[in-house]
């Protein structure tokens, strides 16, 4: 697991290195399933779908533009300074994208209360505004801010389909029957959720093992191979 959470390699042109690091992020180096950031708000108020999508656009607009901004500005700012730095513009950005979630899901800052203005001080944007923006290019951050946020969308919304289908018996439809019967409504515990999340987050770990397994012996191959013969 010695390339879970590291960089990819190094070289060839700056599309080609924001294009694998865009690719690495959504899973094999998903913020939320390989690093666990940003857990609370998944496993204890992504019940439904709808509440997976709300969030979604509420991060959709919230770190773009602070991913440009501290790619910009975040080097000037001491790192002890730049976590403050980061709430309070998430802060200004919570503004328009509080306005946007309810344009298109009205009713839905009061549906997810406190858990919509989480979103503003989610650990992943704190980590990847404050360690990662500051010290690189702005195609490499644009790259990374892109696929933090579409990986950690979409395993959002899979662990809400998946609480939804087991409460419910159906996705984006409160009328079904689940088989689980009453023991479906204890997907509404957060506890629930943060299980969901840990075996997603093991078999993401599994498939890395399995490349870097893959990696090692393509590398050994290939060392056989140039090994100049006595």
Request: contains cysteine; charged residues 15%.
């Amino acid at each position: 697991m010695e390339n879970a959470g590291r960089e990819p390699e190094k070289g060839g042109t700056s599309g080609r290195r924001a294009r694998q690091i865009f690719a690495h992020r959504i899973l094999f180096e998903n913020p939320l399933l390989i690093a666990l950031l940003g857990l609370y708000p998944v496993a204890a108020a992504c019940h439904t779908l709808k509440n997976a999508l709300e969030l979604s656009v509420m991060l959709a607009v919230l770190i773009p533009p602070a991913a440009v901004l501290f790619c910009c500005v975040g080097g000037r700012i001491p790192l002890w300074l730049r976590p403050a730095a980061v709430l309070a513009c998430s802060a200004v950005l919570y503004l328009p994208a509080a306005g946007l979630m309810e344009l298109i899901f009205p009713g839905a800052v009061n549906e997810l209360g406190i858990f919509a203005g989480l979103m503003v001080c989610n650990s992943m944007m704190l980590s990847r505004l404050t360690e990662y923006a500051p010290g690189h290019s702005g195609r490499e951050v644009a790259a990374d801010a892109a696929g933090c946020a579409l990986g950690y969308c979409l395993m959002m919304c899979l662990t809400a389909a998946i609480r939804e289908f087991i409460r419910l018996g159906g996705v984006w439809n409160d009328k079904g029957a689940s088989f689980f019967g009453v023991t479906g409504k204890s997907t509404l515990a957060p506890f629930f959720g943060f299980l969901l999340v840990g075996f997603l987050a093991a078999m993401a770990q599994h498939i890395n093992l399995r490349r870097e397994e893959r990696a090692a012996r393509v590398r050994r191959r290939q060392a056989g191979k140039e090994a100049p013969r006595l």
